[in-house]
């Protein structure tokens, strides 16, 4: 019989700690963390543009600009390959746990 996932209500409602509901919870926070480092790099090619009119250091608000796209994706990827990684140990649980089950049934 194939076996079926757990929802995210289900596993964070198991009491015995079978079913994680962290993995659950890596969509939620890699589409809040794109939404936030989307509204930081705005504010900060803004300022940038503030300042390159001449209201305060116009090279340094040109660098700001210019290096938002960079800053933009260094701040995504290291986010994602943070939460690559969690979900990595996530389904290397599960898939021991499997093993771990399939070995205690063969000794049956």
Known sequence: MPERRMT???ALLDTRFENYA???LVRAAYGATLVLASMQCCFWFLTGHWMAGGHLWPFAGWVMMLSTPAVWVGEITAVRVALEYVVVMFRM????RALRDQA?????
Do not use: I, V
């Not at 205690?104 to 049956?108: A, H, I, L, S």
């Open 8 to 10: 995210f209500l289900g």
């Open 104 to 108: 205690e049934w063969r000794e049956k």
């Open 93 to 96: 649980s599960e898939d021991l």
């Open 22 to 24: 962290t993995a659950h």
